[in-house]
């Protein structure tokens, strides 16, 4: 069981240009979720799923767009990068909607110059 | 809307002092809360969690229990050590929703 795992680990983009953060879990989760952490401000919900073919904005979504084809994939797309996104990614997973613990992936870093 | 304050950092301690980091929330209804702690270099792990008044969540030697009238999560630890030098965050959830709202977090420093 690998758990939730994120590729990849670190990544320096220019501005303008556009990337694909993967994220993929092997538990069969139905719902899985993206937060970038930034200095002083935690950690905040930029898009979520609750299962394939269903998604939905958090708190931060502007600059972002997912997709939900498999249970098991839950893709990150920037797609023109800008300073602004500089930040640390985190995918998190978990079993169903409710008070059930959240599995967060190890993390990507993410600098755009 | 819902949101978590939780104690400034950072935090630096002895080796086998007691701990506490203050956690308060706002939302409307019952949520669940959480503590869940960040070691350097890895994503977050889920410490332990209240679902409901009263409740306590525990594990490894960490205490937190869930008081609605004062609305407050504090941890506790009553003899920390130097592997428990991490970031921790307090969070909450909507009863029935998933979409945790974290406090800012904050960075524990054990010295031996």
């Known amino acids: 069981n690998a758990g939730v795992t994120q590729t990849p680990k670190f990544q320096v983009l220019k501005t303008g240009q556009s990337m694909t953060l993967q994220c993929a879990q092997d538990?069969?989760?139905?719902?899985m979720s993206w937060y970038r952490q930034d200095p002083g401000m935690g950690l905040r919900l930029i898009h979520y799923?609750?299962?394939?073919?269903?998604?939905d904005q958090g708190e931060v979504p502007n600059g972002y767009n997912v997709s939900r084809s498999t249970t098991e994939d839950f893709p990150l797309r920037l797609l023109s990068a800008a300073p602004s996104q500089t930040s640390v990614y985190f995918c998190?997973?978990?079993?169903?909607?409710?008070?059930?613990?959240?599995?967060f992936g190890p993390g990507t870093r993410l600098t755009v110059t | 809307g819902d949101s978590v304050t939780q104690m400034e950092g950072p935090v630096t301690l002895s080796e086998e002092a007691f701990l506490t980091i203050n956690c308060t929330y706002t939302?409307?209804?019952?949520?669940?809360l959480f503590w869940y702690v960040q070691y350097p270099g890895e994503g977050l792990q889920l410490l332990l969690k209240?679902?409901?008044?009263?409740d306590k969540g525990s594990n490894k030697g960490f205490e937190a229990t869930y008081r609605k009238e004062t609305t407050s999560f504090h941890l506790e630890k009553g003899s920390v050590q130097v592997s428990d030098s991490a970031v921790y965050f307090c969070?909450?959830?909507?009863?029935?929703?998933?979409?945790?709202?974290f406090g800012t977090g904050t960075r524990l420093t054990i010295i031996p």
């Open positions: 998190a997973s978990s079993y169903s909607p409710g008070q059930n613990e959240q599995y």
């Open positions: 538990m069969n989760h139905e719902y």
């Open positions: 799923s609750v299962g394939a073919g269903i998604t």
């Open positions: 939302a409307t209804g019952y949520p669940s």
């Open positions: 209240a679902t409901k008044a009263d």
């Open positions: 969070a909450l959830s909507p009863f029935g929703n998933e979409k945790l709202t």
